[in-house]
């Protein structure tokens, strides 16, 4: 007949604990001699010691191979995509309404361009970006030989845009049926958009609807030219002192005074028939002024 087990009592429980730590007897330490407990140790020392030096080592040749200044992949699209200010985008369509008897309406538009070209001012520019370009010629930097380990960029003032810089006119025509807007070509980090240097990239607006309530179209700079000095980008950490040149279109509407208009960046290296993506290449909005 089995016998029931033996209680142990608390003392004999701690009494045992206290022997599996340490054992006079066997010169054991929690069931090891200090010998084992040397070679365990030593084994783990080298095991971490070799680990960290292969994680050190991956993480070395990682930033060895890059860039600081652009990333090795890119997934924008080879062709830049345009926009348009003021930037009251719709759901669908960019919509720029205003009525220039109410000047809270166009006080609206002309705040939104007083703030997009705050970066632009003339003294700001002429102190962070006072590099003398050539003008008509890609500026191609293979150094950094600007400040802080940079790469130049060339200054565009606002008052580079004229009529349409906010300087002369603070309303941007807004109060009359003069209106400006301003458009812009997004960055590509190394982006030549011309295969040709004596052809720059320059903005053709075309009405698309209301043909009749469009008396003229004028562009500042003269004839819409983004001049090939801005070109290439070499990204933020690179040039962070960069700003897009930008074209101001002016429009004289009359009539209904209301027109659908493309605006579109002309180059042989710029697309603009990319049905998935309406804003490469190109902007398409809707201008309307009331009174």
Known sequence: ???????????QRCEDFGRFVWNSDNGTFMGRTPEKWVYISLYFVAFYVVMTSLFCLAIWTLMYTLSPYAPDYQDRLPSPGVMVWPDTYGEEDVEISYNSSNKASWMKMSNIL???????????QLECNNYNCTKGKYFIQNTFSAPHHTKWACPFTQSMLGPCSGLEDPTFGY????PCVIIKMNRIIEFLPSNHTELPPYVNCTVLDGQANVDKIEYFPDRGIMDLSYFPYYGRLAQPTYVNPLVAV???????????IQCRVVSDKISYENFHDPYEGKVIFYLKAVK
Not at 1 to 11: D, F, I, S, V, Y
Not at 114 to 124: V, W
Not at 175 to 178: F, G, H, L, S
Request: charged share 30%; hydrophobic share 25%.
């Open 1 to 11: 007949m089995a016998t029931l087990k033996e209680k142990r009592t608390c003392g």
């Open 114 to 124: 007083h703030t997009f070209l705050e970066p632009y001012n003339d003294t700001k």
């Open 175 to 178: 109060n009359c049926t003069m």
């Open 250 to 260: 002016r429009f004289s509407l009359v009539g209904e005074k209301h027109a659908k």
